[in-house]
């Protein structure tokens, strides 16, 4: 059954990952770096395996787990692991990329031909991924130069050591020259066990995932990658059109058919699959990592990612979008060091001082007023009248009492009266 299996999918895939016309990668295009061999040790453990140094290759990213591998074909035609490496670097969370500035690492399935390879990259050597496929763009995604490049750099790339990429660059240009066309890549945002998909079956990108789980089990099944079409805004895996049909990513589905061999081992290993995800639902595991929450939260980290490229001050970590709908937003503020960062923290000191000029202005005037009206109550105080001595005469005594206007006034001058009268 291996064997019909394999020839089912290596038929489909064949003319995509293992074609025979000559790739156009030219010799010596980025000097030594990009020249460089893959290391004894490495060509020893291919010879080992069945597999040549210029046989086609193929790429698996697991973000969760940090990890690249890179899949050799051996001579039976089935695909192996003949390196893996921990990721320097990619930016973002969990979940694919939606929109130009979300810092978001891709997640699906790409292609990387000859022209996509960078031997002159600012960051050491580089290849794009090929981001966005026919998937993304039907669904409206947005982005650009998504690449795994050297530097371990990076702002929604996968970016890896010098050396590294220095080995990974190595693969891909020699299966060129080798004859292959082009090679696939798959990214995930784990790797796609039982146990994983249960511990993420309430994220909001479950349904994505479990899109591109088709293909990660069927590259699983048969260890030939699948071959990737687009219709109806999503991805179908080995699928054979009808009646010369075409695939469009926006159009309906034509009728398609798939290797009965394919076919019967997916279901076989969907039934596994689901007794193992049941279990899995009932155990402790250890509790999901963050993931994106969709095109709001991107939109957010793009705005962030664009004032921050202009040189703003901005948060320094990137907003996220919480469960409740609320937004969390670092209180540590910062700018990027670059040569718009620079400029912009110029204008911006520029505009302190003038506004610090402005304010020392008013100080300035709102003293030079108190002076004068100092020396104004200054010189009418002078001017008042002074005794022959010299001294100003004390305050007239104030009548607390007066004799003719009170009540107590008049009774006691109508006493005086009586006593005149009568006698005391």
Known sequence: M?????????????????????????????????????????????????????????????????????????????????????????SGELGPKFVEGDRQAPEGFYTVRPAQMNPKSSYHLAFNMGYPNAYDRANGRTGSNLMVHGACSSSGCY???????????????????????????????????????????????????????????????????????????????????????????????????????????????????????????????????????????????????????KGERVPVEPPSLNDDGTVTVSSRMGRIDSPEGRRQAEIDAAEAAKVKAAEEKKALALAKEQEKKAAELAKAQAAEPVLATGTVPPPAEVQTEPSGGSALGLFGTARKKIVNIFGS
Do not use: H
Request: aromatic share 12%; glycine share 6%; with cysteine.
């Open 2 to 90: 291996i064997a019909r299996l394999l020839r089912a999918g290596l038929l489909i895939a064949a003319f995509a990952l293992a074609g025979c016309t000559g790739a156009t990668f030219s010799e010596g295009a980025g000097g030594a770096k990009a020249e460089k061999p893959l290391p004894e040790k490495i060509l020893t453990a291919m010879k080992a395996k069945g597999m040549s140094r210029t046989s086609p290759v193929m790429a698996r990213i697991f973000k969760e787990e940090g990890k690249l591998e890179i899949w050799k074909q051996k001579t039976n035609g089935r695909y192996d692991v003949i390196a893996s490496y921990d990721i320097c670097k990619w």
């Open 159 to 309: 970016s890896m050591t010098d050396a590294q990429i220095e080995q990974i660059y190595a693969f891909g240009r020699d299966a060129f020259r080798g004859g292959q066309t082009e090679f696939q890549i798959q990214a995930f945002p784990f790797r796609m066990t039982a146990a994983n998909m249960a511990r993420y079956r309430n994220d909001p990108n479950f349904e994505f995932w479990k899109m591109l789980k088709e293909g990660y089990d069927q590259f699983e099944i048969s260890k030939v990658p699948p071959k990737v079409d687009f219709c109806e805004k999503r991805y179908v895996f080995n699928r054979v059109p009808e009646g010369g049909a075409t695939f469009n990513a926006t159009a309906s589905c034509p009728p398609s058919t798939q290797p009965e061999a394919l076919a019967s081992a997916y279901r076989s290993y969907q039934s596994s699959y689901e007794a193992a995800f049941n279990a899995a639902v009932a155990k402790s595991a250890p509790p999901p990592k963050p993931s994106i929450a969709g095109l709001k939260e991107a939109a957010l980290v793009s705005e962030w990612t664009r004032k921050r490229a």
